[in-house]
């Protein structure tokens, strides 16, 4: 995640766009080549993704807010990612109990 405000006019340094185009593309908010350079993809995934989640603070400038919002929705994802798991291993461990019961092949 960028430590810096990044954004049209800022001073932009390419590792702190890098994180911020991985961190789009985690969450789904795809912004091409992860290069780290801030090209119109990448600010058009940034808008997108204030829009959907601070629809009155589109400014396609990754400051405070945005951070902190994206940080949330990193964590969501990945607690979703999880929970998936754990789901998954708990169909796995359940098909394997009922091959021993009914001894299934």
Known sequence: MPSITV??????PKAEILKLQKALNAVRFKCGAEDGLWGPKTQDA???????YLPYEVD???GPNTRKKL????KSEFLLYIGLAVI??????????????FRIN
């Open 7 to 12: 954004g049209k006019g800022k001073k932009n």
């Open 46 to 52: 940034l808008e997108r993704f204030q829009k959907v």
């Open 60 to 62: 396609r400038i990754f």
């Open 71 to 74: 940080q949330a929705v990193l």
């Open 88 to 101: 998954l291993f708990a169909i796995r461990e359940t098909c394997e109990l009922i091959h021993v019961i």
